[in-house]
């Protein structure tokens, strides 16, 4: 059975996954920069909606954090903890781009009792191989990866790699640029059991009679995207063939 991880950018895309048949999410927002970790009354909103573990990302960019903005994310993951949700997804690298395994566990320590995800800074380390190991040992049970690549399309080949070498002892999450096309060969292909995607399209609240071009006077963009429940259906609907 395959399981599917909804990438959540807010409420509506929860309740939307929630009616679509995802089996659990990522909550976070703003996908345009890779997602940060939502607001208060986003997570206070989202609870117990569905199976959710949270992205604790500060800030957009690289994964390397300094000792100030470790701080705010082990403080966010207390809150996070505070309100009921099974887990957080987290992942640092240091200057030398392997595992920040220092802040790593600090952040597991503010989420003591939690389940774990590390998000794709695998894919930007210096040895993801090395990495995956450390993680097992760390207490991981899950790993979000694209293969080392932009898209988890063309990285099946690392995919596949790291779920015959670790699926065993740790979840491999295949995550980047899936969707209902291309869900089943990457599923085919890797031999994964979790599949994590975003299946967003732009909301049909965007106001475009005050907003025929999508941006307001100034030039800012009026648009946003949300977890589309056709898609997550059409998605479910895929991935449902495969064992």
């Known amino acids: 059975m395959i399981r599917f991880e909804l990438c959540a950018n807010g409420y509506q895309s929860i ?6 048949g995802a089996d659990c999410a990522e909550l976070c927002e703003a ?7 939502p ?3 986003t997570l206070s909103r989202c609870a117990a909606i569905l199976p959710t573990r949270v992205l604790i990302r500060c800030r957009p960019g690289d994964y390397i954090y300094n000792d100030d903005e470790i701080t705010v994310m082990c403080e966010d993951i207390r809150m996070v903890r505070r309100l009921g949700y099974e887990g957080v997804v987290i992942g640092a690298l ?5 595992l920040d395994v220092t802040a790593i566990k600090k952040m597991m320590a503010s989420g003591d009792g939690m389940k774990f995800t590390f998000h794709r800074a695998i894919d930007a380390c210096n040895n993801p191989l090395d990495a ?21 399309y063309d990285g099946i080949d690392m995919i596949r790699e790291f779920q015959t070498l ?3 002892r740790i979840n491999i999450m ?4 899936i969707n209902e096309g291309n869900a089943e060969r990457i599923i085919t292909a890797t031999g994964i059991s979790d599949v994590h995607a975003s299946l967003t399209s732009y909301s049909p609240d965007n106001h475009s009679d005050l907003y025929p071009n999508g941006i307001d006077k100034t030039g800012a963009d009026m648009l946003y995207k949300v977890s589309n429940i056709n898609r997550i259906k059409d998605f479910v609907s895929v991935i449902s063939t495969q064992i």
Do not use: R
């Open 31 to 37: 996908l345009e920069v890779g997602g940060v970790t």
């Open 94 to 98: 240091n200057a030398e781009g392997d």
């Open 39 to 41: 607001s208060y009354g």
């Open 132 to 152: 995956m190991e450390t993680l097992i040992n760390l207490g991981f049970d899950k790993v979000l990866t694209s293969g080392c690549k932009p898209t988890a």
């Open 174 to 177: 295949a995550g980047g640029g």
């Open 166 to 168: 670790f699926g065993d």
């Open 15 to 20: 309740i939307n996954g929630l009616a679509g």
